[in-house]
Structure formats: C-alpha cells, structure tokens
C-alpha cells in the first residue's frame, strides 16, 4: 500500500512483548489539508483600520449628526417645561458674571478690555454647537492669560499693536493643535499628569497671578513675570511711588468680593451673592469714580462699541516661537476643561467623550480667532456656577453669548469709568481659590511622594517659570 514502510521493527527487547514477536508499526498517513482550511491559517487578521471602517460603515446618518454637532443630542431630547426656565436663569446668571471677569483677564493678559469681551462672545456660541459638555462654561480664564502675558511679552511691548495680533494667532494655532489632538484621540493623555503636579502647578500659578495684579492696588508699574523674584524685587522698589487711594478702594473690593464669595458658598439662600459678587464690585467701583472724579485712580479709558469684525489671523512668521505655549495652553485645555466636563458630566448623568471636548474646545478657538478672540477654555468658577444655577443644557451657554453681545453692543459706554484696582480684585479674588495647600497637608499625611511632587512643581514655578515647572513636575514622576 502506499505510503508504507518497506521494512519491519524488531521488538523483542520490548518488555511489553515478552513473546519476541514482530510488529508492524502504523503508520499515519499525511494528509494536506483541504484548500479552504489551509487558507483560513494563513489569513491574516483584520487591521484596525479594517475595524475602524467597520464601525464607520455602520454609523447611522444621525448617528454623524451627532459626532459632528454633539448639541443635536440634547436638542433631540429637549424638555421645554422643565429645561428653558433652568437654562436661561442660568444663562443670564453666568454671562453677568463674564462680563467683569473677561475685561479683568484681558488686562492680567496685557490686552484692551474689550477683547476680553470678544473673547466670551463667539467661542461660547462655537463651543455650544461642537462641545460635548452641557454645564462647561468657556472664555478667558486667569491661568491662561498668565500664558499669553509671560510668551508675548518676551516678544513685543504690550502697547505694540503687534502684541494684539499675536494673541489672536495664538488662539488660531491652540484651536489647531485642540481639533488635531481630538481627531487623532489623544485624550487620554491626561492619565499620565499626576494630580500633585497640577495641584503644585496651580497653587504657584495662583501665586504669580495675585503678585502680577499689585500694580493696580499700589499705583505704579512692575515688571512682568511669570516668576516672583523679578515681581517681588519690582515691587519693592518701586514703594516711594506708593498710592493710598487705588490702594484703599482696591482693598475695599476684594473685602466685598471675597466676602460675598464665602457668604455665597455657605448659605444656599446666598447663592446669588456669589454670582453677584464681580458685578457689583464693577457698579461700586464706577458710581464713585463718576461722583467723585479721583485723579488718583486709573480707569478702564474708551472702549469701541459693536461687535467685533471677520479678519484673519496675521504674523505667521511668529508661529515657531508661539508652538510653545500654544502645547503648554492645549495641555491646560486637557487638564481644567476635560476634567471639569467629565465631573460635570458624571454628576448630571451623562458620558462625554474626552476627544471630543478637545475637538469643540478647538473649533471654539479657531472660530474666535477670527473675530478677535484670544486664547479660551473652560473655566472652573463659572462652570461651578453654571451648574448651581440648575444649567441643563448647551442652551445655558447661548444665553451667556447673548448676555456678550448685548454688552458688546450696547453697554461698553458704561465701561469707560471702572476702576482698574476694581477688575485686579475681581482676578485676585478669583485665583485665591487656585491655592490648594490644603492638598499640601493632606499629602504629607497620606504619601510622601507625592507630597515632594507638589513641593517640586510648586517652588520650580515659583522660581523658574511656569513652562519649567511642569516639565520637571513631570520628569519627577
């Protein structure tokens, strides 16, 4: 037969056969596989770009309505009775509270007022069609004024018209950087930032930030830095130009800020004074200016009526020394804006998508690059805010835009007169919730790493700047 041996085995030292008897082993034939098995072996598996298609191909069209224009969900489920009132007051609540808040970190940020105002008004409407959050509250926030101050003023002299068209660029090129990192879904990068090193990071931050306003209270100029020793050894030398009254009014304020603040956290039925605390510090500072005329203290000055125009963003020939920051802002965006929505998002069951926040985050800031806006992203304060007030929906973040736009229209002929130790107390009082030592304390008890992590992150932007500090709070790690 084919395919057996022509040869037999002896096995007669095989115990098992004690007889001494031949056997014949069998012999297995071999056998090929059938064509369609063979096949099945060799066939590689499908690519995760094969399963990516896969997915594609199976989305619905609405299902693509709702990636692209995360606000068709919640308008798909509206619930008119029970939403609109929430969402309004909220609304209205919020965007009063903007309104101080953005002139205040348009100045922190070296810039006009107004473009603090430009800065709340187009990215809340671009954020509220292409964010995924329905609490998160976007504009100017003081940490990354902070940034745009420390890179541009290295660059050009704030009065330099130059300076301005920096900072729109710099919005254009983070809301690029945000769309790709959405696209290419890198959102879980915040994993790798320990919370030590935010919390260090922030703290210190807040620090420089409060130092950075002194100018304002004292009636003399200071050197800006993102760093305390060239603050600290301006501010003393400059003492014998002391001023009492920007001084004592701006004072005054932060006692009311800050006070309304805590009556407002405390008492739930004082909820509103918390809210009312920036507005009222700004109508205060105005009605004494207007009655008194104080020589003393320096105001706001004139600012251009109507809404900002469409221009594209110019210098192209500063991006590489804007690359920079423009990461260090786009890693601000992950850490404070993802992580608040998610927290936001949990409490108020539902799930966003961390790619998708940066991919809104960026169209915000592009669209506001085109009309005059600065860097933005989401605030923490106004967020916390939005979400008291009963906030349901993106709905909320319209009417803040609206509240913008009718001051932008409207208003900006009563904003000539405020006090600017007035807007200084309103950032101060803002960044002294940033002062985490209380997370200090609580990491000397639990883990002495971590604990060195934050002392780290922290003295190292005290002393050497903010972009410095984070990097070495991260090679810590």
Same mark, same amino acid.
């Given at each position: 037969?084919?395919?057996?041996?022509? +040869?037999?085995?002896?096995?007669?030292?095989?115990?098992? &056969?004690?007889?001494?008897?031949?056997?014949?082993?069998?012999?297995?034939? #071999?056998? @090929?596989? %059938?064509?369609?098995?063979?096949?099945?072996? $060799?066939?590689?598996?499908?690519?995760?770009?094969?399963?990516?298609?896969?997915?594609?191909?199976?989305?619905?069209?609405?299902?693509?309505?709702?990636?692209?224009?995360?606000?068709?969900?919640?308008?798909?489920?509206?619930?008119?009775?029970?939403?609109?009132?929430?969402?309004?007051?909220?609304?209205?609540?919020?965007?009063?509270? #903007?309104?101080?808040?953005?002139? +205040?970190?348009?100045?922190?940020?070296?810039? @006009?007022?107004?473009?603090?105002?430009?800065?709340?008004?187009? %990215?809340?409407?671009?954020?509220?069609?292409?964010?995924? =959050?329905?609490?998160?509250?976007?504009? *100017?926030?003081?940490?990354?004024?902070?940034?745009?101050? &420390?890179?541009? =003023?290295? /660059?050009?002299?704030?009065?330099?018209?130059?300076?301005?068209?920096?900072?729109?660029?710099?919005?254009?090129?983070?809301?690029?950087?945000?769309?790709?990192?959405?696209?290419?879904?890198?959102?879980?990068?915040?994993?790798?930032? +320990? @919370?030590?090193?935010?919390?260090?990071?922030?703290?210190?931050?807040?620090?420089?930030?409060?130092? =950075?306003?002194?100018?304002?209270?004292?009636?003399?100029? /200071?050197?800006?830095?993102?760093?305390? $020793?060239?603050?600290?050894?301006?501010?003393?030398?400059?003492?014998?130009?002391?001023?009492?009254? %920007?001084?004592?009014?701006?004072?005054?304020?932060?006692?009311?800020?800050?006070?309304?603040?805590?009556?407002?956290?405390?008492?739930?039925?004082?909820?509103?004074?918390?809210?009312?605390?920036?507005?009222?510090?700004?109508?205060?500072?105005?009605?004494?200016?207007?009655?008194? @005329?104080?020589?003393?203290?320096?105001?706001?000055?004139? $600012?251009?009526?109507?809404? *900002?125009?469409?221009?594209? *963003?110019?210098?192209?020939?500063?991006?590489?020394?804007?690359?920079?920051?423009?990461?260090?802002?786009?890693?601000?965006?992950?850490?404070?804006?993802?992580?608040?929505?998610?927290?936001?998002?949990?409490? &108020?069951?539902?799930?966003?998508?961390?790619?998708?926040?940066?991919?809104?985050?960026?169209?915000?800031?592009?669209?506001?690059?085109?009309?005059?806006?600065?860097?933005?992203?989401?605030?923490?304060?106004?967020?916390?805010?939005?979400?008291?007030?009963?906030?349901?929906?993106?709905?909320?973040?319209? $009417?803040?835009?609206?509240?913008?736009?009718?001051?932008?229209?409207?208003?900006?002929?009563?904003?000539?007169?405020?006090?600017?130790?007035?807007?200084?107390?309103?950032?101060?009082?803002?960044?002294?919730?940033?002062?985490?030592?209380?997370?200090?304390?609580?990491?000397?008890?639990?883990?002495?790493?971590?604990?060195?992590?934050?002392?780290?992150?922290?003295?190292?932007?005290?002393?050497?700047?903010?972009?410095?500090?984070?990097?070495?709070?991260?090679?810590?790690?």
């Amino acid at each position: 037969m084919e395919g057996r041996p022509s +040869s037999s085995y002896s096995f007669s030292g095989d115990p098992a &056969n004690p007889s001494g008897s031949r056997q014949t082993p069998k012999v297995i034939l #071999l056998q @090929h596989p %059938p064509p369609s098995s063979a096949s099945s072996l $060799i066939r590689p598996s499908p690519s995760h770009f094969a399963k990516w298609l896969s997915r594609i191909q199976r989305k619905s069209v609405m299902e693509w309505l709702e990636l692209l224009l995360p606000c068709i969900r919640w308008i798909r489920t509206y619930k008119w009775r029970e939403y609109l009132q929430a969402d309004i007051m909220a609304g209205i609540t919020v965007g009063t509270m #903007l309104v101080p808040q953005a002139m +205040s970190y348009a100045k922190l940020a070296g810039l @006009h007022p107004i473009y603090g105002l430009y800065s709340g008004f187009v %990215p809340i409407f671009a954020y509220a069609i292409f964010g995924s =959050s329905r609490q998160l509250a976007i504009g *100017p926030v003081a940490l990354v004024s902070l940034l745009v101050s &420390n890179t541009l =003023s290295s /660059i050009v002299d704030s009065t330099d018209e130059l300076y301005t068209e920096l900072a729109i660029l710099l919005a254009l090129l983070v809301g690029i950087l945000e769309c790709v990192m959405g696209i290419l879904r890198l959102g879980w990068l915040i994993r790798f930032i +320990s @919370h030590s090193v935010i919390s260090g990071f922030t703290t210190s931050s807040a620090i420089v930030i409060a130092l =950075s306003q002194a100018k304002y209270f004292l009636g003399y100029s /200071i050197t800006r830095s993102s760093k305390i $020793i060239p603050l600290v050894k301006s501010i003393i030398a400059g003492a014998d130009k002391f001023s009492w009254p %920007p001084f004592v009014m701006g004072s005054i304020m932060l006692a009311i800020l800050l006070t309304m603040k805590q009556l407002g956290k405390k008492q739930k039925k004082l909820r509103f004074l918390r809210v009312a605390g920036p507005l009222t510090a700004v109508i205060l500072g105005t009605v004494f200016v207007k009655i008194l @005329h104080p020589q003393s203290i320096s105001v706001v000055g004139g $600012i251009p009526e109507g809404l *900002p125009s469409f221009s594209v *963003p110019t210098c192209f020939d500063y991006v590489k020394r804007l690359i920079p920051t423009a990461l260090l802002i786009t890693g601000v965006a992950i850490l404070e804006s993802v992580g608040i929505a998610k927290a936001l998002a949990a409490k &108020n069951g539902y799930e966003i998508d961390s790619n998708q926040e940066l991919f809104g985050l960026g169209v915000a800031n592009i669209c506001g690059s085109f009309f005059s806006a600065y860097p933005t992203t989401g605030s923490f304060s106004r967020s916390a805010v939005n979400n008291e007030s009963g906030a349901k929906t993106g709905l909320s973040g319209f $009417i803040m835009g609206v509240i913008i736009l009718c001051a932008l229209q409207f208003l900006t002929p009563l904003f000539t007169d405020i006090p600017q130790c007035t807007l200084a107390a309103i950032v101060v009082s803002a960044v002294m919730g940033l002062i985490d030592y209380e997370e200090a304390i609580f990491l000397w008890r639990v883990d002495k790493r971590d604990f060195l992590l934050w002392v780290t992150t922290s003295i190292t932007t005290l002393f050497l700047g903010i972009e410095i500090g984070v990097l070495v709070g991260q090679w810590q790690m």
